[in-house]
């Protein structure tokens, strides 16, 4: 069974439903009918006016955001771990046109108001140093640990006192939720939150993420933007079609719950192996690499993140009685 | 019945088949079974190696490739009606970072040699005027016209002599290829073509288009482009497996020949009114307002393109039993 | 004697003066003394509030500008013939970051608001078409002629109308001013001039132009692209005292007046042989390539324009009879 | 008296000198006969042949040679201190498109082959991380530190080994030959540098920097990027004048030995005060607030670094003799 990544999960059959449901000709781009209920479902899931735009990679929707809320001159408050500076090949200094990613520090990949703070009272306000015009967080973030609405409440206040815009990168947005139980609108708008890349591509979509704006009026040039980025395919229909499956009858929420459950039966047997608390649903555990092999052997596949420690995630389609096993196994590696 | 656009009209079943096929877990990215078939089915289909890239949309194919080809202080020689030119927003600047589109001229939206000397030779050579570094041509065209290998491989031939790098937008090339029964390879590669926006979405494919590399070492760089384009969708078996299913059995030929015997079957019909001689799947015609009108309260949707003058795309869906009534309207219009 | 362009004269002794008045210590980039002043400076001239940023190009100037008033994905309207589109080695896009150029027509590469219109009113209102957000002319222009304030005031109000930015490129403004008579503010501002790229070095300046914002508040971020440039430099009182000088005493008109009569008189003598009226001081005139060798044989250097065309540019430095000689060699050829 | 920066300091003589020679017009551009020495004034300097432009500003040639050596998806590993990332704006990011800085560790702002490393190492060679293209070093550095050619050569050879291209930001390159004593060439090229941004304006200059190729075929795409950047000052021969004025009489060692051997005096009397051992023409020391007022009170002005810290800079035009007044100051706080 396989751990590396809920990225590369199958499709939720409700998915699939609606991509046969939206099979037949309809206008362009995002004209047709799946497009325009966007905005509203979207707004719909947030309890207010929002902009939903379909884009086809978590990536796309995380630079068109950034892109957004800060100039070509201008700098992004984001962790030193996070996603956007490690693992998009530079995409958003290619959006933005070179904007800087301002690293903070904090454990577990998450940002704090101190953080933050110490990053931007570092920069002198003059014209030879990039001035910050914006914060990045990622919820649930790169080592699966999760923001609460209080705590990105508190990010929310710094921005908006400090006339930064607010980005989250939600790839795992729905395994957040569901850890927190807490409304979409207390983690996101209502705690200051400009803009979401809202995942679905983890969660048992097949290529399509929206981009959720709280602030509607940023959505004017990004429609422009994934237009000159390539990002504005013909048949978005296709697209359009998954996010509102994903949205029906709670299916995000439920997919992403499915997905922790599995963690955390996993993290009960991996005890205090675990590196970050497991809260979504990705785990970084100790294990030497004699105990990963015993692993391996027995069938299962996951990464090593770095030396004497691994990572698993798990998605939205493996039950508990699937990883049953594998947490018997690592319960027994904790035996010896 | 909707004569708007190929570009969107429904998925091919095949298409559709092949999507579920992948859906099973695989590695992510590019790294999955689908996607490492590219290379050798599109290799077998031109008869030389190459490197095949999937994209979501073609102007992410188009731009690429251009960034493969020109540096951000060059130009590209193009046709003053081309789609990179008119209709991609600024990607081609986007893409390369501000390299310049130098536009040329001719009949049907086809450059020749001659306009493209025009344009070249008007150049000085000095660093204070962008000199071109590619050329780029539409088969089929943005009229609906097409190049014959003997065109394209007296264009490849300046090109070389030049210095310049070749680039073809196929966003309909197998509808070029079916209505001049070549070889692929006599279109492509035999006539110093270096890159093919290779496009299926327009002829039965969902979101996925190939960019072919004759010239194997230009895909290294665009490679990464593409992850920095944030193109390289997590889940990319999806497009892998719609491209091969295109090529499966000839259906990207047999999908073609489809919307262009559509488009011939509507040409007979239209007689002189033809602006453009209908090579592919597009008519321009000239039609009054009235006519339009006419036409329109009989059920057939379609553009008007300028003051007296219309555009009627097939799509691989429209039989000629389907567009027969069309045909026939429009011959009544004749009669008039 | 040289013709080749004003673009390489000496400098002004008023200017190296300055040069030398500056030379001690103050504080760096434009926190200095000179630089303070330039908003003063520039105000006074034009009989409003400005913001006023010395820059060492006019291709800079030029390009700062356009960034001030285009976004990336944006587009400027100019003519064909306009220096930012021919002699700036895409200097625009990279400013810009990839907008771009819609090119207009018009008599002595002088847009109208027809030919504007033209350009514009062609560009559909939709995601795919890269929207007009500015125009830029050339005053005087690219061929020696210049815009009254009336013919720029109906480009400012189209501007206004229409939503666009306005820019001046004034490489030889003060040309255009020494030959109209009017206010420098009736050709600018009052006319709806948004940015004047006010020029100096052609005009007795060693290496000094200066941005003039007469929206004070696009200053702000060019503040910032100049230094981001690598434009803001250390010593800038050093471009601020050649400014300065050159508005001192009305050096800069002065110079231009100079230059004009030059090429005035020796237009009297070229007669029918000019193509574009001489307004200012460049004469573009036809010449068999036999007449051409005839005047370089008696010293007379210039470059050869197109076929059967030179072009001479006069200088602040170029007395009525110092050129006199020029004259009447170019009258001699008409007597043949 | 003034200790804030060298970069602010008068010009020397014998560069006014030198721009008042250049007083008469040449070919623009950099097609003059001083422009045209450059080549090999420098290549004589540096004992291989080179290739030399003149530039305005050391940010722009840092962010040409970065350019040059760097692919905007690329990295430049550069210290975490350097001029590059903290006092350029962005520059690097605007001129190389994007590229980012990877920032390495090492006491005085010097990077050393084990820092390169860590850096190096960390990044996975896969496409989704930022590959490293360059090494960027400041000699002296920002702490007025110098590299000594073992240690240039140590970074060249890593450079070398992986692939990467070597930039030396010689801003006060002068000060470091000064200070060891050793051949230019076995700082530079000798030691696998690329590209040398060699500075003057700092030393006596007024505002012309060289960018020295050690690798002729790296300068012609810059050629280009110059002049797109707006940087190809129309009156060239003001710049070219002042880099040959400077290497005539060995000006440029004379300036930097002056300037270091009063920051010499100043550090002998700030003792054990030194935060960063003083081998170029800055000091970084220990200071309280009281006593840095007390010396301000005295009339010697400078920077305050950090809680507790002072930077004082010496110029070209300060002797000993200037200096030994703040000299005996210090020494009388130390008494305290």
Known sequence: MRFFSDNAAAVHPAVFQALHAADRLDTAYDGDAWSKRLDGALGDLFGTEVRALWVPSGTAANCLALAALCPPYGGVVCHRDAHIQNDEAGAPEFYTHGAKLLLGEGDGAKLTPDSIRAVVDAIANDVHRVQPHAVSITNATEYGRV?????????????????????????????????????????????????????????????????????????????????????????????????????????????????????????RAAGDRQIHAVEANELFLRMTPAEA????????????????????????????????????????????
Chains 1, 2, 3, 4 share one sequence.
């Open 147 to 267: 923001y609460t609405p209080a705590e990105v409440a508190a990010i929310g206040e710094l921005a908006k006192a400090r006339g930064l815009g607010f980005h989250m990168d939600g790839a795992r947005f729905a395994n957040a939720v569901a850890t927190l139980g807490c409304a979409p609108a207390d983690l996101t708008w209502r705690a200051g939150v400009d803009v979401l890349s809202f995942g679905f591509v983890k969660n048992g979509g097949m290529n399509a993420e929206c981009l959720v704006f709280f602030r509607p009026e940023l959505a004017e040039a990004t429609l422009i933007r994934r237009k000159r980025a390539g990002l504005l395919l013909s048949k978005g229909r296709y697209l359009a079609a998954q996010v509102l499956a994903m949205l029906e009858d709670d299916l995000w929420i439920e997919n992403a719950r499915a997905a922790n459950a599995a963690a955390t039966l996993l993290a």
């Open 293 to 336: 092999a015993t692993l391996r052997a027995q069938g299962f596949d996951f990464y090593d993140w770095a030396e004497g420690e691994v990572r698993l995630v798990t998605s939205w389609d493996q039950s508990e009685a699937d990883v049953a096993p594998l947490a018997e196994a690592i319960a027994g590696l904790q035996g010896r």
